[in-house]
């Protein structure tokens, strides 16, 4: 069973920078997209950004022009890069991993989550 470990969450201020990390413990076909969600208090799972394995990425409208995603497959290793954070973007932040790159933006199709990391920006 892979298993995926989110690092990286904190308590930051607005405007300040993020790196979050989410390393796979196997490279198998379950990993080909790996993708980053986010659910705040009272309010539903929502997609952020996810990368494919030959390395397409798709961001939500949200955060298209702050957050960033990088993948290094040799270390099995996914990055969330989040610029200019704001007090919305605060939510506990999950890593999930599907063997497709279809529906990406979906809940549906995942088969492995992480644990989840706290992102708390303050305003």
């Known amino acids: 069973q892979v298993q995926l470990v989110e690092t990286g969450g904190g308590l930051v201020q607005a405007g300040a920078s993020l790196r979050l990390s989410c390393v796979a413990s196997?490279?198998?076909?379950?990993?080909?997209?790996m993708s980053w969600f986010r659910q705040a208090p009272g309010r539903e799972r929502e997609f952020v950004v996810g990368i494919t394995w030959s390395g397409k990425s798709v961001l939500a409208d949200s955060v298209k022009d702050r957050f960033n995603i990088s993948r290094d497959n040799v270390k099995n290793v996914v990055y969330l890069h989040m610029n200019n954070l704001k007090a919305d973007d605060t939510a506990v932040y999950y890593c999930?991993?599907?063997?497709?790159?279809?529906?990406?933006?979906?809940?549906?199709?995942?088969?492995?989550w992480g644990q989840g990391t706290q992102v708390t920006v303050s305003s």
């Open positions: 196997a490279r198998t076909n379950i990993v080909y997209t």
């Open positions: 999930a991993a599907k063997g497709s790159a279809v529906r990406v933006e979906s809940t549906q199709g995942y088969k492995i």
